[in-house]
């Protein structure tokens, strides 16, 4: 199976779960900036959460399937069109050989998800199949798609074939619909925990960085946040070493003005950091298109891990919700 790459959309790649274990050697993990909505998409095709999707940024790509599909679309706000006749996100579509489907426009947040039944199937580089644009390793020949790309994808599991036995008289399943519900309008709090350098800035700066209104600026990107507002100083000057940084780590450069390290962030860094974002907030802060307004509010490490714990507790809630109807709609066709 595969399909065709009609109009590229904004930064559209080939992602997965990323490619832990390498950071020692220089290699980035990688993979999707919003996991959650990721695998949404592929569970709704009734693929396992691993599998690779493609994610795209702010306008989506159109596509052509050279053969009956299975698919979903999550993640930010969109409109998409099945030859030219409105499809919904959160749900999935069985999509015919010929037929093209149109992404369009993000209208709020700023990832989506195309997921198809039985993966986005590139050669995998280090146990991933995600790419690495930086180095152009992995995913689609270690780019991001291009017009008249053709992307194999894999074998439908049981399931997604029953699926699309059950959706051949009805391409639009009504009622199977689910979100993660997710506001991105208006300004968002981002929880954050200190970092261990925290008291080393002044007293004015942490009051500034947990108290102030903070923009996500223009020059952000997979890699890292930009954000400007109040500007941040150590109490006095201070000499590091690289060390270890991960995703959501807040960095503070020499202009004061704050970064958090995102998906694709380098493996060592030299800035101060001022904190950490919360593992339960990374994929709202994903989302933040540029121009976003954020505020940091601080919690204890405990409650953060909570906080996470909650979510996986939810999102595995979630799936077992989505394969039930799966499993249903399979049988109701039949």
């Not at 619909?177 to 954050?192: A, E, H, K, M, P």
């Given at each position: 199976m595969a399909f065709t790459v009609i109009r590229k959309g904004f930064a559209a790649s080939v992602q997965d779960l990323g490619r832990p274990g390498y950071q020692r050697f220089g290699i980035i993990v990688g993979g999707v900036m919003d996991p959650p909505s990721a695998k949404l998409a592929n569970w709704l095709v009734a693929n396992p959460s691993p599998a690779a999707v493609v994610e795209y940024s702010f306008i989506g790509p159109t596509v052509l399937f050279t053969e009956d599909t299975l698919f979903a679309i999550t993640g930010a706000d969109c409109q998409p069109q099945l030859d030219n006749r409105a499809v919904g996100t959160g749900r999935p579509y069985l999509a015919r050989a010929g037929q093209i489907l149109s992404i369009g426009g993000l209208s709020s947040g700023s990832r989506g998800y195309l997921a198809l039944a039985g993966g986005i199937d590139t050669v995998p580089w280090l146990g991933s199949r995600s790419t690495y644009e930086r180095a152009g390793l992995g995913g689609f020949k270690g780019r991001f798609l291009k017009e008249q790309d053709r992307l194999p994808v894999g074998r439908p599991s049981p399931l997604a074939a029953g699926v699309m036995k059950g959706l051949a008289s009805e391409p639009a399943p009504g009622g199977?619909?689910?979100?993660?519900?997710?506001?991105?309008?208006?300004?968002?709090?981002?929880?954050?925990?200190?970092?261990?350098?925290?008291p080393r800035f002044s007293a004015d700066s942490r009051r500034q960085f947990l108290h102030s209104v903070y923009r996500v600026t223009a020059s952000s990107d997979r890699m890292g946040y930009r954000l400007e507002g109040a500007n941040l100083v150590l109490d006095r000057p201070l000499e590091l070493y690289s060390e270890a940084v991960t995703n959501g780590s807040v960095q503070v450069p020499r202009s004061g003005q704050p970064i958090i390290l995102m998906t694709d962030h380098q493996s060592t860094g030299g800035y101060p950091r001022i904190a950490q974002v919360a593992a339960v907030d990374l994929p709202l802060l994903s989302q933040l298109p540029p121009g976003s307004m954020l505020r940091f509010q601080k919690i204890p490490v405990l409650q953060a891990e909570k906080f996470f714990l909650k979510q996986a507790e939810e999102l595995a809630f979630l799936q077992r919700r989505v394969t039930r109807r799966l499993e249903n709609l399979r049988t109701e066709r039949h």
């Open positions: 199977c619909f689910f979100s993660l519900r997710r506001s991105y309008r208006g300004i968002r709090t981002i929880r954050v925990t200190s970092d261990r350098l925290w």
